[in-house]
């Protein structure tokens, strides 16, 4: 069975940083594009970053180039983004996903909620 | 970048309708798109991808056309447990993926 854990979501003030981590069980973890879609509060969905297979390539929404920073270990089969300078417009539920071939995120996690406010 | 649009953003049926929702991308994406239902509270559930691909495991009524800029999901007979808000979802390249505002089906 596919399992996406999402961790790590807290209540912080603007400007502060935090780490998103995403344990991934039950497919080989290595084979998929992992990336992190996000929804604030009562509104729709949007993604947020993508990383390949091995790590060397990483793609991101405009709004968080330059503050967040997806990555990722094989060996642990986990995914994270780190996020940096944080502001009142991040806050949503962050969900990690996945993707192979021509089939987009087909598996989703249960989401963790980052709240920015002062 | 690829901008996705949604129309309606609300629609009102009754159970045994048959529903379109369709979606619009603002250049062509070929045959790269995907739909999900999402529920309250729940996370994203994958219906359709490339465009008219069925997921393993969703109800035959569910069924997407369309290619180029313009998309359409058909739920053929809607079901109670398919009140939910549906999003399109462009992934012509994974450098920028984009989802559309939703279309949220309630209750007539």
């Known amino acids: 069975e596919v399992q996406l854990v999402e961790s790590g979501g807290a209540l912080v003030q603007p400007g502060e940083s935090l780490r998103l981590s995403c344990a991934a069980s039950?497919?080989?973890?290595?084979?998929?594009?992992m990336g992190w879609v996000r929804q604030a509060p009562g509104n729709g969905l949007e993604w947020v970053a993508n990383?390949?297979?091995?790590?060397?390539?990483?793609y991101y929404v405009d709004s968080v180039k330059g503050r967040f920073t997806i990555s990722r270990d094989n060996a642990k089969n986990s995914v994270y983004l780190q996020m940096n300078s944080l502001r009142a417009e991040d806050t949503a539920i962050y969900y990690c996903?996945?993707?192979?071939?021509?089939?987009?995120?087909?598996?989703w996690g249960q989401g963790t909620l980052v709240t920015v406010s002062s | 970048d690829i901008q996705m649009t949604q129309s309606p953003s609300t629609l009102s049926a009754s159970v045994g309708d048959r529903v379109i929702i369709s979606c619009r991308a603002s250049?062509?994406?070929?045959?790269?798109l995907a739909w999900y239902q999402q529920k309250p509270g729940k996370a994203p559930k994958l219906l359709i991808y490339?465009?008219?691909s069925l997921e393993s495991g969703v109800p035959s009524r569910f069924s997407g056309t369309g290619s180029g800029t313009e998309f359409t999901l058909t739920i053929s007979s809607l079901q109670p447990d398919d009140f939910a808000t549906y999003y399109c979802?462009?992934?012509?390249?994974?450098?920028?993926?984009?989802f559309g505002p939703g279309t949220k089906v309630d209750i007539k």
């Open positions: 250049q062509s994406i070929n045959s790269w």
């Open positions: 039950g497919f080989t973890f290595s084979t998929y594009w």
């Open positions: 996903t996945r993707t192979q071939g021509p089939v987009p995120f087909d598996d």
């Open positions: 990383i390949k297979t091995d790590g060397s390539d990483k």
């Open positions: 490339k465009a008219s």
């Open positions: 979802h462009q992934y012509n390249s994974y450098t920028q993926f984009t």
